[in-house]
C-alpha cells in the first residue's frame, strides 16, 4: 500500500508541475477556471500522498506499568526502548521517532 501511495503521489505531483509550466507558456490556461482547479487538485492529492508517507513520531504512555507490559510483551523493538530509557523517566508521555 505504501508503494502505491508514493506512486500515485508521484504521479499528481508530475501532473502539478507540468501544469505549472503549462500555465507559464500558455498563460491563457491560467484563465481557465477549470484548468486551476484541477492544478490544484492534483497539488493537493500529491500533498496529501506524501503527509501519508512521511514518518510521523509515536506516542507511547511511559507510564511505569506501560512501560514494562511493552518491554515484557515485546511491543517495542529495541532502538526504541533504548530511546524511552534515555528520555525523561517521570514522563507521562513523550514523543519517540520513528528509526
Not at 486551476?36 to 492534483?42: F, G, I, K
Not at 533504548?82 to 508521555?93: G, I, M, N, P
Request: with cysteine; aromatic share 8%.
Amino acid at each position: 500500500m505504501k508503494a502505491y501511495v508514493i506512486v500515485t503521489g508521484s504521479i499528481f505531483a508530475l501532473i502539478t508541475v507540468a501544469h505549472i509550466v503549462r500555465m507559464i507558456y500558455e498563460p491563457h490556461r491560467a484563465q481557465e477556471g477549470i484548468y486551476v482547479l484541477l492544478t490544484a487538485v492534483a497539488g493537493v492529492l500529491s500533498l496529501w500522498a506524501l503527509r501519508l508517507v512521511w514518518p510521523h513520531p509515536r506516542k507511547y504512555n511511559v507510564s511505569k506499568g506501560t512501560e514494562e507490559h511493552a518491554r515484557s510483551t515485546g511491543n517495542l523493538r529495541a532502538a526504541e526502548i533504548r530511546s524511552l530509557d534515555v528520555l525523561h523517566q517521570d514522563a507521562h508521555v513523550c514523543q519517540v521517532t520513528r528509526i
